[in-house]
């Protein structure tokens, strides 16, 4: 089974705190990708990595930066916690490179982090 | 940026009934993925579609890759409760390598 871990499922941080979210994959795919989820907005793209030290700004990634140090651990750092940052993180991992019956996308369980 | 445009919105429905909702797209799609999120929950793949015309089945879950490769759609025959939950869409652009997703499809069932 194909396996996507997230360090925390529930996380509740102060304003101002620098926040780690980690995350794991098992399937040796070469990408990677950080949402945040609200409601009504859907899912948004943060940060994407499609190889080892090599990383990809998405549609909303003021405020986050991230790090690729293994294949396998992608993380989202919260420089400097908001509450606008309040949300439900999902990380996903996949094999995207386009033509391929192997593409997919695979996602972990979630980190509901609240910035008081 | 593209878009897909998933209907409907949400749907009650009595459990024994059939479902069906869609994603369409002005754009074309080389990948069709369909998920399913249950509250609190990271989305689960439930069926992956790679070429036009494709139509695959998981259980009660049909999906089928649209000949323009513009839209696909999800059925669920025969619900039961524990369908319940919000499904989405997602495609892989053509020379894209990032999906795109739908806004999602409530879907709630009375026993």
């Known amino acids: 089974d194909v396996k996507v871990t997230q360090s925390s499922r529930y996380l509740v941080k102060r304003t101002g705190e620098k926040v780690f979210l980690e995350c794991v994959q098992d399937?040796?795919?070469?990408?990677m990708f950080w949402y945040r989820q609200d409601p009504g907005l859907g899912l948004r793209l943060i940060y994407f990595?499609?190889?080892?030290?090599?990383?990809e700004k998405g549609d909303i990634p003021e405020g986050y930066s991230v790090s690729r140090e293994k294949k396998e651990r992608f993380s989202l750092i919260l420089e400097s916690a908001s509450t606008n940052q309040t949300s439900m993180y999902l990380c996903?991992?996949?094999?995207?490179?386009?033509?391929?019956?192997?593409?997919?996308?695979?996602f972990g369980p979630g980190t509901r982090l609240t910035v008081l | 940026g593209q878009q897909l445009n998933q209907s409907p919105q949400s749907m009650f429905i009595q459990e024994g009934e059939d479902v069906s909702m869609n994603c369409t797209s002005s754009?074309?799609?080389?990948?069709w993925l369909w998920y399913k999120q249950d509250p609190g929950e990271g989305p689960v793949l439930l069926i992956a579609?790679?070429?036009?015309?494709e139509l695959t089945s998981n259980g009660r879950l049909t999906a089928q890759f649209g000949i323009t490769r513009k839209d696909s759609f999800l059925n669920i025959s025969a619900s039961i409760p524990s369908d319940v939950g919000i499904y989405f869409c997602?495609?892989?652009?053509?020379?894209?390598?990032?999906?795109?997703f739908g806004a999602g499809t409530i879907l709630r069932v009375k026993s």
């Open positions: 997602a495609g892989l652009p053509l020379y894209g390598n990032k999906l795109v």
């Open positions: 399937m040796d795919h070469e990408n």
């Open positions: 579609l790679y070429k036009a015309g």
């Open positions: 754009s074309i799609f080389n990948t």
């Open positions: 996903a991992s996949g094999g995207l490179a386009g033509y391929s019956s192997t593409d997919t996308q695979y």
């Open positions: 990595s499609y190889d080892v030290k090599m990383k």
